[in-house]
């Protein structure tokens, strides 16, 4: 069975504050031993002295500080040996080490599955079930090196598509450069094993190493991983980290869905929404509440869920219930292909009354139904994504015979909302009347000139403690303004 190693046991955030504390206490020129590091600890980061002394153990069984005796040439202690700790040097070439020591997933230390393919370790806990070893074999692949199998697209396209998510990592990164540290820190390394930026992963796209999307992804998630570990999972760094592994998951996803809907989407030429794409997406009419149809194109189906994204300016997408069936779509197109559409409008209009009202439907295929008659070109309003249909269609014939039925409800609803738009406005002013008397009444408690208690009331907003601040505050300002009647 695959065997479970530890890599290291240390907190990597506590590792560094153990560092800094050695830092300065050598800068001291003082020998940094475990009382003076247990006093720095807890006075700077408010951390238990067992925890110190424990952590600082774990640090130096990882190699990460080195604990030396060192005799004390100074005070009450010189000649005596003492027990000192120092930064690891260059004594342990860290660049031979063939995994990480933190688990990919929670960026902790502990017993880790080392991946056989790549330098990845994760925890048994923090893997899919799918993804555990579950026979005896000593052979075991990482989450990542699997799904790299799968060959997506042709380099060449694959670097086209990518292209324009790193652009969008460049404007993230640029954030993450401002706020944090240099990468050839000198305890980097140290912490670090793989290290990755921005303008590396630009780099392997532009010598089109990348195979797949899944090998894309895991380098975004292995920057992600490196900053959590050197600044913190609190940190700023890591949030925008974060920010930006959680936009190149969206970004590819996007991807995946359509590759022709998201190279257009980024090219952005003339009327780029119209184009077709392989394979076709399927065309609806789709209504939201409190909007008329509009037509969209499906870009994914979850059980009876549709994704739609509509047509026109802004390009919104929603998830609709498809509520129609293909058999009633069916039955629905031959009505529509009977000879009765011939007949005149009066005709229509009254076999429009006969009829059953239509179902309330959320989308609609285009597909399926297809109406005998087009309808002619009109003005859409984008902001409200509402469509006037012509005359022609049976949804308005049959609307426009409820038309003198809803006018004294819109009647209603205008009275309504006209009553709840006067009392706010009123309310509004009553709230206003109440602020500026209250600001009055604040300002006449305080003089005018040194903000005591006042006592002597001058005009409508000035009033003093004294005679003193008064004369005086006549004589600067309030001679030319003063309001009171005399």
């Known amino acids: ?123 048994p806990k923090c893997l899919p079930d799918e993804f555990r070893p579950q026979d005896s074999s000593s052979h075991w692949q990482c989450q990542v090196c699997k799904s790299m199998k799968k060959k997506n697209t042709t380099k060449q396209a694959m670097g086209r598509y990518l292209g324009y998510i790193v652009s969008r990592m460049k404007e993230r990164a640029s954030e993450l450069g401002k706020k944090g540290k240099e990468s050839k820190h000198p305890m980097y390394r140290r912490l670090v094993h793989t290290p990755i930026d921005v303008a590396s992963i630009q780099e392997k796209l532009n010598e089109n190493k990348y195979k797949s999307f899944d090998e894309f992804k895991s380098d975004a998630q292995l920057l992600l991983h490196n900053t959590i570990l050197f600044y913190g999972a609190d940190s700023d760094q890591a949030e925008v980290a974060r920010a930006l592994f959680k936009d190149t998951c969206h970004e590819l996803a996007e991807l995946q869905l359509c590759k022709n809907c998201f190279y257009l989407s980024n090219s952005r030429p003339e009327n780029w929404f119209c184009y077709p794409c392989v394979p076709n997406h399927e065309l609806v009419w789709a209504r939201m509440k409190g909007f008329g149809f509009w037509p969209a194109k499906v870009m994914q189906r979850q059980d009876n869920q549709v994704d739609v994204r509509f047509f026109g300016h802004h390009h919104q997408r929603a998830y609709f219930k498809l509520l129609l069936c293909e058999k009633e779509l069916l039955g629905k197109q031959k009505s529509t292909q009977e000879p009765k559409n011939k007949k005149s409008r009066r005709n229509q209009h009254s076999d429009a009354k006969d009829e059953e009202p239509e179902p309330e439907i959320e989308a609609v295929s285009s597909s399926q139904e297809i109406p005998s008659v087009p309808p002619q070109t009109e003005k859409v309003s984008i902001a409200t994504q509402t469509k006037k249909l012509s005359a022609s269609s049976p949804r308005m014939l049959h609307r426009s015979t409820q038309t003198n039925n809803d006018i004294p409800c819109q009647n209603m609803c205008h009275e309504k909302y006209t009553k709840i738009f006067n009392d706010f406005k009123e309310r509004m002013k009553a709230e206003q009347k109440r602020e500026t008397e209250r600001v009055v009444r604040e300002a006449l408690e305080k003089c005018y000139n040194c903000e005591e208690e006042a006592m002597y009331h001058c005009c409508w907003n000035t009033s003093y403690c004294s005679i003193k601040c008064q004369q005086e505050h006549w004589h600067a300002e309030h001679k030319r303004t003063c309001r009171r009647k005399r």
Request: charged share 25%; with cysteine.
């Open 1 to 123: 069975m695959v065997r479970l190693t530890k890599r290291r046991l240390s907190d990597s955030q506590v590792v560094q504050r153990l560092w800094n504390a050695i830092e300065v206490i050598r800068n001291q020129k003082q020998i940094a031993n475990l009382d003076r590091i247990t006093k720095f600890m807890s006075r700077l980061h408010s951390m238990h002295p067992k925890d110190t002394n424990r952590q600082l153990g774990l640090a130096v069984k990882d190699g990460l500080i080195v604990e030396t005796l060192t005799v004390g040439c100074k005070g009450s202690k010189a000649g005596i040996e003492q027990e000192g700790y120092w930064l690891p040097g260059d004594e342990i070439d860290w660049n031979v080490e063939s995994h990480d020591w933190y688990c990919m997933e929670c960026h902790i230390a502990g017993e880790i599955l080392t991946c056989d393919s790549c330098f990845r370790v994760y925890h």
